[in-house]
């Protein structure tokens, strides 16, 4: 059974930081791109960060470029989402997902979804 466990998210102030974790299992997860979305109330999701899998290039919306970092571990089959300087407009729930295809993060179209963590930044 293919899981994805995103957990990490909660309430922090603006300026803070919050670190994500996408734990997976159920799958070759080496084989697999991960992703990040976030869908805000009242919004469409957005596509966040996403890591590959062969070289480990990372993607990362203009709207957190810089103060966001996406890693994986392979070895323990989590990916993390480290955020900074969080501002307010960060507030939403964080989905991790996956697919083979990196194509399909850019159509929010992954094919694995995880539930997502809620991150609340407090202005």
Known sequence: EVQLQASGGGLVQAGGSL?????????PFDDFAIGWFRQAPGKEREGVSLISSADGSTYYADSVKGRFTISRDNAKTTVYLQMDSLKPEDTAVYYCAA????????MGAMSYWGKGTLVTVSS
């Open 19 to 27: 670190r994500l974790s996408c734990a997976a299992s159920g799958f």
């Open 99 to 106: 697919d083979r295809v990196v194509p399909t993060f850019w």
